[in-house]
């Protein structure tokens, strides 16, 4: 499965972005999910959307009330809209995708990653 996310950037601390992540429309999955992974650092879950199914949404808690996932089936496209941007959010930012969305936090079983966006906030 092809997957592509866009939309990282440099951005001051209190600043938004809104990164997207486009799927093949021949895409089959239960979570839609996206991680981050910072210098020197294990990659970490962020949100994750259930794909079919349903619209139950996951977050780690440090981005609990900041950051928003959405989804649009049709077109075949996952959301990141991040707001209240802090240093600590600084990371390249993965999509992801993989059946079984009880397992959503955990980054082993994924099927598909796309290319990761950087997403760097300045203090």
């Known amino acids: 499965v092809q997957l592509q996310a866009f939309g990282g950037g440099l951005v001051q601390t209190g600043g938004s972005l809104r990164l997207s992540c486009a799927v093949e429309r021949t895409f089959r999955a239960d979570a839609m999910s996206w991680f981050r992974q910072a210098p020197g650092k294990e990659r970490k879950f962020v949100a994750g959307i259930m794909w079919s199914g349903g619209d139950s949404t996951v977050y780690a808690e440090s981005v609990k009330g900041r950051f928003a996932v959405s989804k649009d089936n049709a077109e075949n496209t996952v959301y990141l809209q991040m707001n209240n941007l802090k240093p600590e959010d600084t990371a390249v930012y993965y999509c992801?995708?993989?059946?079984?969305?009880?397992?959503?936090?955990?980054?082993?079983?994924?099927?598909?990653w796309g290319r990761g966006t950087q997403v760097t906030v300045s203090s």
């Open positions: 992801a995708a993989r059946t079984n969305w009880r397992l959503v936090r955990f980054a082993a079983g994924y099927d598909s």
